[in-house]
């Protein structure tokens, strides 16, 4: 079992930057890939960006690249997600999810809010 915990959300400025923590229980490094998504109110929750524990492969949604950078310590079972050049429509709750033999994430932490204001 995994235990997934998010911390680093806050209210910014748009044009700023938070980085997002998610510390695991278990070892983040046997993880086939770790991922973070968000949901903003009235929307579905949505992909944001994974890392690939193998070869250490990075994926991102088109309406983040070039401003969010996914990374990992897996010295300290923590994944990150820092965010640059905020906008008010990144506002969501932002979830990390471990994916552990790639057929799908099955854990999730309990969300860190993200609020951009204009």
């Known amino acids: 079992q995994v235990q997934l915990v998010e911390s680093g959300g806050g209210l910014v400025q748009a044009g700023g930057s938070l980085r997002l923590s998610c510390a695991a229980s278990g070892r983040t490094a046997s993880m086939y890939a770790m991922g973070w998504f968000r949901q903003a109110p009235g929307k579905e929750r949505e992909f944001v960006a994974s890392?690939?524990?193998?070869?250490?492969?990075?994926y991102y949604a088109d309406s983040v690249k070039g401003r969010f950078t996914i990374s990992r310590d897996n010295a300290k079972n923590t994944v990150y997600l820092q965010m640059n050049s905020l906008k008010p429509e990144d506002t969501a709750v932002y979830y990390c999810?471990?994916?552990?033999?790639?057929?799908?994430?099955?854990?999730w932490g309990q969300g860190t809010q993200v609020t951009v204001s204009s």
């Open positions: 890392i690939r524990e193998s070869g250490g492969r990075f």
């Open positions: 999810a471990a994916d552990p033999k790639g057929y799908g994430y099955t854990y």
